[in-house]
């Protein structure tokens, strides 16, 4: 059981209301997301390191092209 406190608790409920979800969801749904950015992040840190240890780099273009988001 989490404790929040009663400003916290009613941002809660406004969000939750405003998004037709419990506070237990909108919780999960934080946390799914926090998470998911935290991988990024930490994806993005290796990725960096790997290009400073080989010095080989990308165009953004090539990126883009690699990983089908061309425009």
């Known amino acids: 059981m989490i404790t929040l406190n009663q400003q ?3 941002k809660l409920q ?3 209301a ?3 979800q419990t506070i237990q969801q909108l919780i999960e749904s934080f946390i799914l997301d926090y998470q998911a950015e935290q991988d990024s992040i ?3 840190d290796q990725s960096y390191a790997e290009h400073l240890n080989s010095g080989v780099s990308f165009s953004l273009e090539q990126i883009k092209q690699d990983n089908d ?3």
């Open 8 to 10: 916290t608790e009613n």
């Open 14 to 16: 406004i969000i939750a």
């Open 18 to 20: 405003q998004t037709s």
């Open 42 to 44: 930490k994806r993005a």
């Open 69 to 71: 988001l061309a425009n």
